[in-house]
């Protein structure tokens, strides 16, 4: 999945994707691969809408 990508070489304070709602869980996986970000999911429909938000350190 290329959100790890984004995750890892993004810049960004915040990221948000509009995904399948089967996909949660992978994204979630995500964060305990790239720890300084966590995740918010709210379900919009058929479709979450996903924010990953980088922890200040």
Known sequence: M???WYLR???AAEI???VQQGSVP???EQCLINPPW????????????????????
Request: negative net charge; charged residues 35%.
């Open 38 to 57: 966590t995740l918010e999911s709210v379900l919009e429909g058929e479709h979450a809408r996903v924010v990953f938000k980088r922890e200040k350190t």
């Open 2 to 4: 290329e959100v790890g």
């Open 26 to 28: 992978a994204l979630e």
């Open 16 to 18: 948000v994707v509009l």
């Open 9 to 11: 070489l993004s810049r």
